[in-house]
Structure formats: structure tokens, C-alpha cells
């Protein structure tokens, strides 16, 4: 029958009355920003290598597609309380996108969720135009301000991590109750990786005698797709090897297991250790900036001058910019003896 949904062999047998899904005409503004997305959703490719060739009609990510898909949903529910009337794709308003990000400001939302949404919006429009239910020539949907003028938002940056007692402490109690996690989280301490790239680290990327993480992209979840080099100090040598064995033991050759929930598992770990130890809490990406901190100081403490010393920081980190580590990893000097190397001469 048309319009009929398929139906299981076993309701069929078990007589579950015959459903009928929604035709096209009559889905809602949601699942039709759903099927725009879905268009425009290719992953397996690095990101990296898109913004290198001038790509910008993508989604590579699993986790942003899930983010953009979340963000749109919103979006259309905002907008079927605000505009009832509107139902398809081509009658989506500038003025409806900058009312939903005035709506995040207004409820003291973080820049960075706010950000995240103007980004999604952006995407969302770029993907109608694919999909031909928006002519080219129509307006954005969420015009660039120009530069100065507000054009992004961000969360306000703040440098300052755990103590590297703090996350040694943070670390010992966390493996003393998820072994697993304990070992994400000392691998974020030591070697400065995002939570997603050390849950999805593989023994084929661990040197072990000479220190090195190798992560190769996008199988790494490394942030971009970007490919990068870390090189741990000395120390770490048997931890590292019992990571590679581990990782000999699994037929796919991940070290970790529950890969897609275990970064989340690691940020409600740390929140509870944070409240039992009496430690403020920083969340998983203090461990970063944590060893950020920590490799500046080395680095400084070897002689390496400022400049430079951020430059090492940021490629172990897998950030472009020397400002970004400034503000946001590398924890301030005491004593302001040396000159800002960042700033113009």
C-alpha cells in the first residue's frame, strides 16, 4: 500500500496494527534541516585537507554532524514557536537566525555554545543551497560581521590548568576505579592529547623506546584531521609499552574499548574526583594545559627563547596559532622580566 511503513516479520506475526509514516509533504521543519545536513555529510576525509583545498561544503566529523544535527533541531523548534506559519526551507529568514543566536545571548549562554550554533546555522544554509531548496542568490542566513565588529563568539580564554599535583592526584584516584579511563586521562597529562584523540590512540601509533605518538588523522578523532607528532620526555617509556601491548590484544588494534562513550565517561570521572580530592574543577582539558604549562617551563628552563618555545607547545598541541597557547593554555609568568613576543614590533 502507499504511504505504508514496512513492518517487522515478528509484529506482523505478533498482529501490530499498520503504520503510516508521514509523507514528504508533511514532514516538519526539522527532519527536512535533518535530510539537508544528511546531503552535505561525507566523513572519512580529514577536514585538514578540505580546508587546504578550499572545501567548505562538508561535514567530515561524526561528532559535528551529531552537534549540527542537535543545534538544527533547536533551531526549528525555536522557530516554529516564533513563526508557526513557516515549513519548508526556502521561507527560513535571516531575521530568524540572528533572533535564535540574540535568544543564547540573552539567556547568558557560553561563547562558545553560542559560536557553535552560528556555526551550525551557517552550515545548515550552505546545505539548503546544496540541495537546491534555497536559490544561490538568496541572502545568507547568517551573514559574517565584519572583522571587529563581532563577528565570532568565543569562550573567554583562561590558561590556567591543574597543578601538576593536582592531576597526578586526579589521575591516581580515577585509575584506582576505572583503570581504563585513569589511563585516558595520564595520557592526556603527559603527552597533551584531547580527550577523543587519546580514547581512539592505536598501538601502531605508539613508538615506545623513542617517545613518540604518532596520531594520523581522522582515525585519531585528532582535531581537523590534522596529522601530528608528539614527543614525550623521558620517563614514559613502560607506560607506553603497556599501552602497545594492550593494543596487541585487541583484533583491531585500539588500546581502548567503548571508544564513543569513553570520553564522556572520563569528564564525569574527573568531575568526581574533583569534588572527593576538594580540587577545583577544570574539567578533562585542564590535563592539557596542564602539560602545556608544564612543557613551556621545560622548554624555557633549557634555554629555548619564548617565541619558539610557544611554537613547540602549540605543534604538540595541534594548534596554528602562537596567540591561542598564549591565552588559553600557557599558564602567565610570575614576573613580567622578558618582553611580549607576540606583540608587534
Not at 561528532?63 to 526556502?90: G, H, I, N
Request: a positive charge; proline letters at 6%; one cysteine or more.
Amino acid at each position: 500500500m502507499e504511504g505504508e511503513k514496512p513492518m517487522s516479520d515478528m509484529k506482523r506475526r505478533e498482529g501490530w496494527p499498520t503504520r503510516h509514516h508521514v509523507t514528504r509533504r508533511h514532514r516538519n521543519l526539522s527532519h527536512k534541516m535533518l535530510r539537508a545536513l544528511q546531503a552535505i555529510f561525507k566523513p572519512g576525509y580529514s577536514r585538514h585537507l578540505d580546508r587546504l583545498q578550499g572545501r567548505t561544503d562538508t561535514i567530515r566529523g561524526i561528532q559535528t554532524m551529531r552537534s549540527m544535527v542537535a543545534d538544527a533541531k533547536q533551531f526549528a523548534r525555536f522557530v516554529r514557536a516564533r513563526w508557526p506559519a513557516v515549513r519548508e526551507l526556502r521561507e527560513l529568514r535571516p531575521e530568524m537566525a540572528s533572533a535564535m543566536i540574540e535568544e543564547l545571548v540573552q539567556r547568558d549562554d557560553s561563547g562558545g555554545r553560542i559560536g557553535r550554533m552560528a556555526a551550525s546555522l551557517r552550515k545548515l544554509d550552505v546545505a539548503c543551497r546544496h540541495i537546491g531548496a534555497v536559490e544561490r542568490e538568496t541572502p545568507a542566513l547568517l551573514p559574517l560581521a565584519p572583522r571587529g565588529l563581532g563577528s565570532s563568539f568565543h569562550s573567554d580564554p583562561c590558561p590556567v590548568g591543574y597543578t601538576n599535583e593536582e592531576a597526578r592526584r586526579i589521575v591516581g584516584y580515577v585509575t584506582s576505579r576505572d583503570e581504563q579511563v585513569g589511563r585516558v586521562l595520564e595520557l592526556m597529562r603527559i603527552a597533551g592529547l584531547r580527550v577523543s584523540e587519546a580514547a581512539h590512540l592505536r598501538g601502531e601509533d605508539i613508538e615506545a623506546e623513542k617517545g613518540f605518538l604518532h596520531l594520523r588523522g581522522a582515525v585519531n578523532y585528532s582535531k581537523g584531521g590534522r596529522p601530528r607528532e608528539i614527543h614525550l620526555v623521558a620517563g614514559h617509556k613502560a607506560f607506553l609499552a603497556c599501552l602497545v601491548s594492550t593494543a596487541r590484544g585487541h583484533p583491531n588494534g585500539h588500546i581502548f574499548a567503548s571508544r564513543r562513550s569513553l570520553p564522556e565517561r572520563a569528564r564525569a570521572w574527573v568531575r568526581k574526583a574533583c569534588e572527593d580530592l576538594g580540587i577545583c574543577p577544570l574539567g578533562t582539558h585542564g590535563l592539557r594545559k596542564t602539560f602545556a604549562t608544564e612543557e613551556h617551563r621545560r622548554l624555557r628552563a633549557e634555554g629555548m627563547e619564548e617565541r619558539e618555545a610557544l611554537r613547540v607547545v602549540a605543534t604538540q598541541l595541534g594548534h596554528n596559532r602562537l596567540l591561542v597557547v598564549r591565552q588559553s593554555y600557557v599558564a602567565p609568568r610570575p614576573i613580567a622580566e622578558e618582553p611580549d613576543p607576540l606583540a608587534p614590533r
